[in-house]
C-alpha cells in the first residue's frame, strides 16, 4: 500500500483505511446546487485514514509539515493498493483532501527499538 500525493513518487503505508460511501436520497429545490449528485441521491464520502513509518519522507511528510505551519491548501491524490509482487491491484482517487488528524508516535525508551509510526486522516474540502 502507499499513497502517492500531488503525482510525486507514492509513500509506503503500514496501513490504509478506504473512504466511506454514504448515499442519501436528495429532494432540492430547482437551480440548488449540490455537492454531488449521482441519480437523485447525494454521495458523501468519509475520511481516508492512513498508518506510515515516521522515518520516511517524501510527499506526505511535506504535507503534513505545511499543514503544522497553517498552510491547509488542499491537495489531490490516491490510495495505491498493491499486490505481493508490486503489481497495482487498486488506485482510489482523490481531490481536494484536506487533513483532519494526525497522530504523533508514542515515545517511549522501552519501544525505542521498534520504528515509529505516525497515522493521518483526510478528508474531501467543502
Keep these: 500500500m502507499a499513497l502517492e500525493i500531488s503525482g510525486q513518487a507514492p509513500v509506503p503505508l503500514r496501513s ?19 455537492q454531488l449528485l449521482h441519480g437523485g441521491k447525494s454521495i458523501t464520502l468519509g475520511e481516508i485514514a492512513a498508518e506510515w513509518d515516521a522515518t520516511d519522507t517524501g510527499a506526505l511528510l511535506e504535507w503534513l ?8 491548501r488542499p491537495i489531490s491524490g490516491a490510495a495505491l493498493v498493491s499486490d505481493f509482487n508490486n503489481k497495482l491491484r487498486r488506485r482510489i482517487g482523490f481531490e481536494d483532501a484536506v487533513l483532519t488528524a494526525l497522530q504523533w508516535p508514542v515515545l517511549d525508551a522501552a519501544e525505542a527499538k521498534r520504528p515509529s509510526r505516525s497515522a493521518c486522516a483526510s478528508s474531501p474540502a467543502g
Design 16 to 34: 490504509l483505511q478506504p473512504p466511506s460511501i454514504q448515499v442519501l436520497p436528495v429532494a432540492a429545490p430547482g437551480g440548488q446546487p449540490l
Design 65 to 72: 509539515q505545511a499543514n503544522l505551519r497553517q498552510d491547509h
